[in-house]
């Protein structure tokens, strides 16, 4: 039976809302009152949920295999021409270019999944990511690595489609404990890629009784490490095509989308199976989704996710800058170990405590505790390089620091989860695609600028110190935009966005 029309927090009036039109969360809750379901979760849907997961691996583990070894890359291949200070400027562009094109493209195939369903899209992604990743590890050249990198951005398209997967194999009972797990595959992938990436880098040099005799792993010294993700994102595509179901209910086509064949002629079928697949089949156009819970809620994921990546991508650079430049020095192998324990805790905290702590605090106080930590991890940089200094080793106290700083990005995780949900609920579910498309957009973008920005102000700081603040002008820089994220994120309602289909 219908449910009434009701008002929600912003004076707008929802249509009512039939079973079918169910929104993800509930909104009749009062909006300090935390998120708590009022019966038993449903049960997840753990085949599927598993199969999204194992492919979203595919995503972490080609992004960072590249991480621990791209400095040295950088240096090997001699743009820089040896000055160190170049370097951070040169990995923030090639992770730039990644996100750059991924911006220019990742709303087309979001919106393009939106008609055809999920399951094709992720299917190309996949084959993408591979061939990308391939060519990437062949490259010698810098033009080369642009150019496969860039290609990885653009043909990956899966981003935001699995997300859509994830909030369409759910409800409102069990979406919370659904994103609790999806940090697995991106802790995973953050563990593994870099311990790949900084352990078979050189293979013929670090493994010269299983490599030293290769001359084609001399002649390209990074194709290994950028062959195994690459590999498995085609075992990855195999798994997709033979068991992931699809998820959106009624797709389209791919021939009668692309107009290669005549649309059918819709069948006479009852008014709700009809209405259904109108809904689901015809999304509205992109201008009707650019309402005020979808702008803040792809806002807050922007500012997160430049808050982010300005860390993640100074982080490598930072550790294996000599300590008299600002950094600790460190090789690329202990990076590797560092960046992967950080997977590894991260992923355990986020599948163990975030439903608990999103159930009890609530969205925006889950989403506002992860950006407010940003404040501390920010200055755990400048303050881990002073007792380096202060010490003239590699001391206690710095590991101390790099502990604290470990804490601080198991904190930060939380707020991916919750807005994650406010995205999810602030659309039609006919568009979910789009608005996630929307929403990565954005997040491509800023991540996009992010790495250019953080790097280059880091190679900045160490090249031309400013008086007074010497060598920490990139540290005000990153406090700035943890601020900007904390502002974005006291816009959000105290509860989840209710979003009618």
Same mark, same amino acid.
């Given at each position: 039976?219908?449910?009434?029309?009701?008002?929600?927090?912003?004076?707008?009036?929802?249509?009512?809302?039939?079973?079918?039109?169910?929104?993800?969360?509930?909104?009749?809750?009062?909006?300090?009152?935390?998120?708590?379901?009022?019966?038993?979760?449903?049960?997840?849907?753990?085949?599927?949920?598993?199969?999204?997961?194992?492919?979203? $691996? @595919? #995503?972490?583990? &080609?992004?960072?295999?590249? =991480?621990? !070894?791209?400095?040295?890359?950088? /240096?090997?291949?001699? +743009?820089?021409?040896?000055?160190?200070?170049?370097?951070?400027?040169?990995?923030?562009?090639?992770?730039?270019?990644?996100? $750059? @094109? #991924?911006?220019? &493209?990742?709303?087309?195939? =979001?919106? !393009?999944?939106?008609?055809?369903? /999920?399951?094709?899209? +992720?299917?190309?992604?996949?084959?993408?990511?591979?061939?990308?990743?391939?060519?990437?590890?062949?490259?010698?050249?810098?033009?080369?690595?642009?150019?496969?990198?860039?290609?990885?951005?653009?043909?990956?398209?899966?981003?935001?489609?699995?997300?859509?997967?994830?909030?369409?194999?759910?409800?409102?009972?069990?979406?919370?404990?659904?994103?609790?797990?999806?940090?697995?595959?991106?802790?995973?992938?953050?563990?593994?890629?870099?311990?790949?990436?900084?352990?078979?880098?050189?293979?013929?040099?670090?493994?010269?009784?299983?490599?030293?005799?290769?001359?084609?792993?001399?002649?390209?010294?990074?194709?290994?490490?950028?062959?195994?993700?690459?590999?498995?994102?085609?075992?990855?595509?195999?798994?997709?095509?033979?068991?992931?179901?699809?998820?959106?209910?009624?797709?389209?086509?791919?021939?009668?989308?692309?107009?290669?064949?005549?649309?059918?002629?819709?069948?006479?079928?009852?008014?709700?199976?009809?209405?259904?697949?109108?809904?689901?089949?015809?999304?509205?156009?992109?201008?009707?989704?650019?309402?005020?819970?979808?702008?803040?809620?792809?806002?807050?994921?922007?500012?997160?996710?430049?808050?982010?990546?300005?860390?993640?991508?100074?982080?490598?650079?930072?550790?294996?800058?000599?300590?008299?430049?600002?950094?600790?020095?460190?090789?690329?192998?202990?990076?590797?170990?560092?960046?992967?324990?950080?997977?590894?805790?991260?992923?355990?905290?986020?599948?163990?405590?975030?439903?608990?702590?999103?159930?009890?605090?609530?969205?925006?106080?889950?989403?506002?505790?992860?950006?407010?930590?940003?404040?501390?991890?920010?200055?755990?940089?400048?303050?881990?390089?002073?007792?380096?200094?202060?010490?003239?080793?590699?001391?206690?106290?710095?590991?101390?620091?790099?502990?604290?700083?470990?804490?601080?990005?198991?904190?930060?995780?939380?707020?991916?989860?919750?807005?994650?949900?406010?995205?999810?609920?602030?659309?039609?579910?006919?568009?979910?695609?789009?608005?996630?498309?929307?929403?990565?957009?954005?997040?491509?973008?800023?991540?996009?600028?992010?790495?250019?920005?953080?790097?280059?102000?880091?190679?900045?700081?160490?090249?031309?110190?400013?008086?007074?603040?010497?060598?920490?002008?990139?540290?005000?820089?990153?406090?700035?935009?943890?601020?900007?994220?904390?502002?974005?994120?006291?816009?959000?309602?105290?509860?989840?966005?209710?979003?009618?289909?």
């Amino acid at each position: 039976m219908p449910l009434p029309a009701s008002t929600n927090n912003e004076g707008n009036v929802s249509r009512s809302m039939t079973d079918e039109q169910t929104p993800l969360l509930p909104n009749d809750r009062d909006e300090e009152t935390p998120l708590l379901p009022k019966k038993p979760p449903t049960a997840l849907p753990w085949r599927q949920l598993s199969i999204i997961l194992f492919l979203q $691996l @595919t #995503e972490p583990l &080609t992004s960072q295999v590249i =991480s621990p !070894f791209t400095p040295q890359l950088i /240096r090997d291949i001699g +743009i820089t021409h040896g000055d160190e200070s170049q370097v951070g400027f040169y990995v923030g562009l090639m992770q730039s270019l990644f996100f $750059l @094109t #991924e911006a220019c &493209t990742v709303l087309h195939w =979001s919106r !393009f999944s939106d008609h055809i369903g /999920r399951k094709p899209v +992720i299917l190309i992604g996949l084959l993408g990511l591979s061939m990308s990743m391939f060519a990437f590890g062949l490259s010698k050249t810098f033009w080369g690595l642009v150019l496969s990198r860039s290609l990885n951005g653009a043909l990956n398209g899966n981003i935001g489609v699995m997300k859509s997967m994830v909030a369409e194999v759910t409800d409102a009972s069990n979406i919370a404990l659904a994103y609790s797990y999806t940090p697995i595959s991106w802790s995973a992938g953050c563990t593994i890629g870099p311990m790949i990436g900084g352990s078979l880098s050189h293979p013929a040099k670090q493994l010269p009784r299983l490599f030293g005799s290769s001359e084609f792993l001399k002649e390209y010294p990074y194709f290994l490490p950028c062959a195994i993700p690459a590999t498995f994102s085609l075992i990855a595509w195999f798994v997709a095509y033979f068991f992931l179901q699809e998820t959106l209910p009624h797709p389209e086509p791919v021939s009668e989308y692309l107009g290669f064949r005549r649309r059918s002629a819709p069948s006479d079928n009852s008014a709700t199976t009809s209405d259904t697949t109108q809904s689901h089949s015809s999304p509205p156009p992109l201008r009707t989704l650019l309402t005020k819970p979808v702008l803040i809620s792809a806002g807050n994921y922007a500012t997160l996710s430049l808050m982010d990546i300005a860390f993640r991508c100074i982080q490598p650079v930072w550790l294996s800058t000599p300590v008299s430049s600002g950094g600790l020095g460190f090789s690329t192998a202990r990076i590797g170990a560092i960046l992967s324990v950080t997977g590894v805790l991260g992923g355990v905290f986020q599948v163990g405590f975030f439903a608990r702590i999103h159930n009890y605090c609530g969205s925006k106080r889950t989403f506002l505790a992860g950006v407010g930590a940003g404040f501390p991890l920010m200055l755990s940089l400048p303050v881990a390089n002073h007792f380096a200094r202060v010490d003239g080793e590699v001391s206690g106290r710095v590991w101390a620091v790099l502990c604290f700083q470990v804490a601080m990005l198991m904190v930060t995780g939380l707020s991916y989860g919750s807005v994650f949900i406010f995205i999810s609920t602030a659309g039609p579910r006919s568009s979910l695609g789009a608005v996630n498309g929307l929403s990565q957009m954005t997040v491509s973008v800023v991540r996009a600028i992010g790495p250019a920005i953080a790097n280059s102000m880091f190679s900045l700081s160490m090249k031309k110190p400013l008086p007074v603040i010497g060598a920490n002008l990139v540290y005000f820089v990153l406090v700035g935009i943890v601020l900007l994220a904390v502002a974005a994120g006291s816009l959000l309602p105290s509860r989840a966005w209710n979003s009618s289909s």
